[in-house]
């Protein structure tokens, strides 16, 4: 997990696909922190996503950097407590012009079930689960 966390933070952005109804739904995202030893994101409750996300929590991201990329599968679950969020929130201090951990809106999200594959055009995959 520590590795896809480095990789994820280095890239700087990654892409999050969920599902609309029929309609697959890509956006970039910027936010990776561990605590309690699980990989969280974070968005706000008001925007699609945590809409798309609370009706299918299956979701995959992808992320390029250094000629190697990344694909995670996972099932993201949110994680209401205060500790999370502030967490999120102390890693990216920027993000509290627009976000608060008792705001009622900023969302965190532990990715479960995650299997997470490396890849590369001059090396064979590397498959991490966590």
């Avoid at 706000?44 to 798309?52: L, S």
């Avoid at 995959?60 to 949110?78: Q, V, Y």
């Amino acid at each position: 997990m520590e590795k896809v966390f480095e990789f994820l933070k280095e890239a700087g952005t990654y892409y999050i696909a969920t599902c609309d109804k029929d309609q697959p739904r890509v956006r970039p995202f910027g936010t990776v922190n561990i605590f309690e030893g699980k990989l969280y994101i974070q968005s706000g409750k008001v925007k699609p996503f945590a809409k798309q996300i609370e009706k299918n929590p299956k979701t995959e991201i992808c992320a390029f950097k250094n000629g190697e990329w990344i694909r995670i599968e996972a099932t993201l679950i949110e994680d209401d407590r205060t500790e999370p969020r502030k967490s999120m929130l102390d890693a990216y201090p920027e993000l509290r012009a627009m976000y608060n951990e008792n705001d009622g809106n900023t969302v965190v999200y532990y990715l479960k079930d995650a299997t997470a594959v490396i890849s590369s055009f001059t090396k064979a995959p590397e498959v991490i689960k966590f």
